[in-house]
């Protein structure tokens, strides 16, 4: 079973919106923190935004504003509300989800690509 699995890129014209989801499988006990991060080809892979299990948030400055990270803690889920895209929001997006183990595990979505393109 994959752990992660993602769904909701794809294309969108500037100013408009994406949600991506990402639900995590019961090969995951217990989870704890869940994240965004981006990955720009010959690049390192960034954090978007992150939430805990008690819905404390972080966001990268050029996300604040325009992006809202929730969680669904019930369905295992987290979620990226994307408004106000920008071509260089363009790149492929990955769910990270942390455990509660220490040290905690750390588990990676394959990956959506989302492109903003008119």
């Known amino acids: 079973q994959v752990p992660l699995v993602e769904s909701g890129g794809g294309l969108v014209q500037p100013g408009g919106s994406l949600r991506l989801s990402c639900a995590a499988s019961g090969n995951i006990f217990s989870v704890d923190t869940m994240g965004w991060y981006r990955q720009a080809p010959g690049k390192q892979r960034d954090l978007v935004a992150s939430i805990t299990r008690g819905g404390f948030t972080v966001y990268a400055d050029s996300v604040k504003g325009r992006f809202t990270i929730s969680r669904d803690n019930a369905k295992r889920t987290v979620y990226l509300q994307m408004n106000s895209l920008k071509p260089e929001d363009t790149t492929v997006y990955y769910c990270?989800?942390?455990?509660?183990?220490?040290?905690?595990?750390?588990?990676w979505g394959q990956g959506t690509q989302v492109t903003v393109s008119s």
């Open positions: 990270n989800v942390r455990d509660t183990s220490w040290p905690p595990r750390i588990y």
